[in-house]
């Protein structure tokens, strides 16, 4: 009797520890189907017509279009001057490949802050906005939009909202870049600084909206 209900007991603390161990592993599962990305309807679908520099000195930001003839990437389609990460949290050198891993309007849970047009670039890295205390168009924070062309972030790319807007559209998945250092060209850089003032660029986006968009998106959703 005593043999059998320590096997009795061996088997139900076998089955209890099945049952955690389940458990357990659903738990860490569901995060990770609940961290979605929103689908986006491109302007351009074709991921070999851009090729995204990322300029760490001067911190600048060139897509270059592919020639009709040379069938190069000899030509600036646009240039955009961007954030990126500080000397504690730098962002990395080195090539890239576009994904599929978009956010319209998202939130960082460890900063509460949020951020419009996310594209990821690699890991944790992606292309944004200009950061926002809540998700309304125009409440952009000052701070965010004074340190374009600094380092400020924490290793992603900041960048005006419609220049961010015009890279999650126009740049699909598969389209490749890459970060690096360049010769600096202030002069340059100085010339793609936002003029505007806070007040000032703040109506302008909220007069604007998202060309792009056929369908109002739902608020963001935790990161």
Not at 46 to 54: G, N, S
Not at 63 to 80: C, H, L, P, R
Not at 94 to 117: C, I, P, S
């Amino acid at each position: 009797m005593r043999q059998g209900r320590q096997s009795l007991l061996r088997a139900a603390a076998a089955l209890l520890l099945a049952l955690a161990l389940l458990s357990a592993f659903s738990t860490v599962a569901a995060p990770a189907q609940a961290r979605s990305f929103d689908k986006v309807i491109y302007a351009n679908a074709d991921p070999d017509k851009y090729y995204i520099e990322v300029d760490l000195t001067n911190k600048i930001i060139t897509v270059y279009e592919k020639g009709e003839k040379s069938k190069k990437y000899d030509q600036i389609a646009k240039q955009f001057i961007c954030t990126i990460g500080t000397d504690t949290d730098p962002t990395p050198e080195g090539t890239f490949r576009l994904n599929e891993m978009r956010r319209r309007f998202g939130y960082f849970r460890k900063f509460d802050v949020y951020a419009q047009y996310w594209t990821n670039v690699s890991g944790g890295i992606y292309f944004h906005s200009i950061l926002y205390p809540t998700p309304e168009e125009g409440t952009f924070t000052r701070t965010s939009y004074r340190a374009l062309g600094g380092k400020a972030s924490h290793g992603c790319i900041r960048m005006l909202v419609e220049d961010a807007r015009w890279l999650y559209y126009n740049c699909p998945s598969g389209t490749d870049g890459i970060l690096k250092y360049k010769e600096k060209d202030e002069a340059l850089r100085q010339s793609l600084l936002p003029t505007m003032s806070v007040d000032d660029y703040r109506k302008q986006v909220k007069a604007n909206g998202d060309e792009y968009e056929a369908v109002k998106r739902p608020l963001p959703r935790p990161w």
